[in-house]
Structures are given as structure tokens and as C-alpha cells.
């Protein structure tokens, strides 16, 4: 599978921003897909799992609340809206197809990455 990730761009702390992730080639539709994030001198973490059918979702503790991860099956799309950005959320954001159909942090089990998009968010 394929993934193209957009979305990103510059904003300022308080704000809020929406993340698109097309998929094409395998079956999207089948697997639980994710968002993971990676900073600066950081490794790459977990933002935000959702099953294959869009019932299940989990979050990391530092988006919760504020983040929320969605699907259209129908478009092979993934969402992640971003609000009350913090400047901590500064990082490129991964969307990634795992291989299981329930919801997973677990990055070793996500198979396919998109490209990255560039969140800078200011004070």
C-alpha cells in the first residue's frame, strides 16, 4: 500500500489543524491505521490508532483530548484533526497501515508509512 500524507503546515500554539492520509494499492479497509509523530533529536511515537471498521480508537496520553483520529473506508482516507496545538507538538506526522485490524500502538506492527507532513506549531 501507498500512502500520501498532507495537511501540515505552520500555526500558532492554541490553534488547530487537519491531517489527511490517501491509501492506495493494498485493501485499506481491512486494517487498523495510525498516526505517529517524530521531533528533532526524538525517536518517532505513537500519536493515535484506529480499527479497521472505525469503532475502536486510542490515543497517546499527551494528544488526548485534544487530537482525534477518523476513517473513510469509502475514500481509503485517514484524518487526525489537531486542536489546542501545543509548541511540544512540533514534529513530522507519519500516517501508517498496520497489519492487524485492531487498534495498536505497537509500531513494529505498522507495515506501510507515508511520506511525513511538517506540523510547526509557534507561540
Known amino acids: 500500500v501507498q500512502l500520501q500524507a498532507y495537511g501540515g503546515g505552520l500555526v500558532q500554539a492554541g490553534g488547530s489543524l487537519r491531517l489527511s492520509c490517501v491509501a492506495s494499492?493494498?485493501?485499506?479497509?481491512?486494517?487498523?491505521v495510525g498516526w505517529f509523530r517524530q521531533a528533532p533529536g526524538k525517536e518517532r511515537e505513537f500519536v493515535a490508532s484506529?480499527?479497521?471498521?472505525?469503532?475502536?480508537?486510542n490515543y497517546a496520553d499527551s494528544v488526548k483530548g485534544r487530537f482525534a483520529i477518523s476513517r473513510d473506508n469509502a475514500k481509503n482516507t485517514l484524518y487526525l484533526q489537531m486542536s489546542s496545538l501545543k509548541l511540544e507538538d512540533t514534529a513530522v506526522y507519519y500516517c501508517?497501515?498496520?497489519?492487524?485490524?485492531?487498534?495498536?500502538?505497537?509500531?513494529?506492527?505498522?507495515?506501510?508509512w507515508g511520506q511525513g507532513t511538517q506540523v510547526t506549531v509557534s507561540s
Open positions: 501508517a497501515v498496520s497489519s492487524v485490524a485492531v487498534v495498536t500502538r505497537s509500531i513494529n506492527l505498522y507495515s506501510a
Open positions: 484506529i480499527s479497521w471498521n472505525g469503532v475502536s480508537t
Open positions: 494499492g493494498r485493501t485499506f479497509s481491512n486494517y487498523a
